[in-house]
T-cell receptor, first 114, second 113 residues
Framework: NAGVMQNPRHLVRRRGQEARLRCSPM?????VYWYRQLPEEGLKFMVY????????ESGMPKERFSAEFPKEGPSILRIQQVVRGDSAAYFC????????????FGPGTRLTVT | GQQVMQIPQYQHVQEGEDFTTYCNSS?????IQWYKQRPGGHPVFLIQ?????EVKKQKRLTFQFGEAKKNSSLHITATQTTDVGTYFC?????????????FGRGTQLTVWP
């Protein structure tokens, strides 16, 4: 039973370019969460999605960031016009239901903006 | 808004010593979860506590959920080098209908032999 998959694992972008991070949840999971982690810091919640719906995007920066979880295919976190401050590890987690139950994390995408 | 605070931020212990990390929420929680993240790795679920005053054990790890459901602790007895990593608590606000978890900043544990 495959776990949460994220790709790419490492991504290097120059300032001003776009970054697309993909997350495939565990089989049977319909809830996806995105987090950002800076070195030596905790997990900062960004957005919570279900299939075709954004449930909570209160942690998402208002500009340049967007997320989707289409009916078919992986969830995508998109960062437009990246800046150096976007360099971080981005983790995706999935769960089978909301409210209770653990979240299963993917291996993360390490984004470096040069 | 909801805040989850965790102390200490760093803890260095010698192998065999005990370790405790504490988690406090600004609001009442419906549940509390604990995760462990090894250096360079991703968070891995350890346990969930739901009931007021609940205590759960996993081998050398003891987890507690406070009576008021606003605080929690993780205690490791006789640490080993394999315990190295960052331990996060995460809680769901009892007043929220959403599935969002609020993570503490984590306690980074270093164990030296």
């Amino acid at each position: 039973n495959a776990g949460v998959m994220q790709n790419p694992r490492h991504l290097v972008r120059r300032r001003g370019q776009e970054a697309r991070l993909r997350c495939s949840p565990m089989k049977g999971h319909s809830h996806v969460y995105w987090y950002r982690q800076l070195p030596e810091e905790g997990l900062k919640f960004m957005v919570y999605l279900q299939k075709e719906n954004i449930i909570d995007e209160s942690g998402m920066p208002k500009e340049r960031f967007s997320a989707e979880f289409p009916k078919e295919g992986p969830s995508i976190l998109r960062i437009q016009q990246v800046v150096r401050g976007d360099s971080a590890a981005y983790f995706c987690a999935s769960s089978p239901s909301t409210g209770f139950g653990e979240q299963y994390f993917g291996p993360g995408t390490r984004l470096t903006v040069t | 808004g909801q805040q989850v605070m965790q102390i200490p931020q760093y803890q260095h212990v010698q192998e065999g010593e005990d370790f405790t990390t504490y988690c406090n929420s600004s609001t009442t929680l419906s549940n509390i979860q604990w995760y462990k993240q090894r250096p360079g790795g991703h968070p891995v679920f350890l346990i969930q506590l739901v009931k007021s005053g609940e205590v759960k054990k996993q081998k050398r790890l003891t987890f507690q959920f406070g009576e008021a459901k606003k605080n929690s602790s993780l205690h490791i007895t006789a640490t080993q080098t394999t315990d190295v990593g960052t331990y996060f608590c995460a809680g769901k606000d009892r007043g929220s209908t959403l599935g969002r978890l609020y993570f503490g900043r984590g306690t980074q544990l270093t164990v030296w032999p």
